[in-house]
């Protein structure tokens, strides 16, 4: 059985190959229609047929990727202004030689561990991130220098690692941010999976947020949900009712889904559950 694996946030789901009609990028020009579902974003025309739009982040997520990449674009462009505020602080302290200048490190200690934790699957934005530590240290370090050249009265020193600071870790940090700004910007480019029941007719569109890879899977490559949803955790219905079981990859799994159980009323799922895992084999 051929598959196609997509990337939704930070999870992998795959869908049959038969069940795929068409994909097409995401323009954000879907006709919106009045509703109470929070993942229907609006109805796209697949050769002049109406089809629903869904987004499977939202599903799969509670929240879209959109909206994911927003909140971290906004925590770097915070973390960017609080540093900016605190060099300007420090340096406007140093140049006017107070005497009750006190270094505030704690203040930046969070940013450590927001970039030492970050978590993504993009590779470029990953090794941008990791970048961070070594500019960051260095300018605490070329701080405290300043902080002590100020306290022995050593002005011109002072001033030589000021602009040492902004031409050197500052600077680097500086276009860190938005270096990372721009790959989480650039990178997010959703697009619409046209899925089908018939072959023929559209069912529903998923918005998914880039295509992985293809391949061919066995039956025993396949392990049932059932061990994992009878220990106690809870998974939304309409989403247990689409989930099909998990496939082994290199260091996780994917998730395969059933399309044409997504918003599908629990007494036909059940119907579906019992068919010969949904017509795979």
């Known amino acids: 059985m051929e598959l196609i694996n997509f990337k939704v946030g930070c999870k992998t789901i795959s869908l049959k190959i038969l069940d795929i009609l068409l994909t097409e990028r995401f323009d954000n020009n879907l006709t919106t229609l009045p509703n109470n579902n929070k993942s229907f974003i609006g109805v796209k025309d697949y050769m002049d047929i109406p089809t629903p739009v869904f987004d ?25 202004d609080k540093q900016s505020k605190w060099f300007n602080t420090l340096e406007t302290n140093l140049l006017n030689q107070s005497e009750k200048l006190v270094i505030n490190e704690t203040e930046l200690q969070d940013f450590i561990v927001f970039f030492q934790e970050f978590n993504t699957d993009n590779p470029d934005l990953k090794l941008t991130m990791s970048r961070f530590n070594e500019p960051f240290e260095l300018l605490l370090e070329q701080a ?3 902080v002590t050249a100020h306290r022995q ?3 011109k020193q002072v001033s030589y690692l000021l602009s040492k600071i902004k031409r050197s870790s500052l600077a680097q940090l500086e276009r860190l941010f938005e270096s990372a700004q721009e790959q989480i910007t650039l990178d997010y480019k959703p697009i619409i999976v046209f899925t089908t029941k018939d072959g023929i007719n559209p069912h529903v569109g998923l918005l998914v947020d880039k295509v992985e890879d293809s391949l061919d899977y066995k039956k025993e490559d396949i392990k049932p949900l059932d061990k994992l949803t009878d220990i106690g955790f809870d998974i939304d219905p309409q ?3 689409m989930m099909r079981g998990l496939i082994k990859m290199a260091e996780n799994h994917s998730v395969l889904i059933d399309p044409s159980s997504i918003f599908k009323p629990t007494e036909l799922q059940v119907e579906t559950e019992n068919t010969e895992a949904y017509g795979l084999f």
């Open 56 to 80: 499977l982040g939202i599903i799969l997520n509670n929240i879209s990727t959109e909206q994911s990449n927003k909140h971290i674009l906004k925590q770097l462009r915070s973390w960017q």
């Open 144 to 146: 405290r220098q300043a």
């Open 153 to 155: 009265g050593e002005h």
């Open 239 to 241: 989403t247990k009712g």
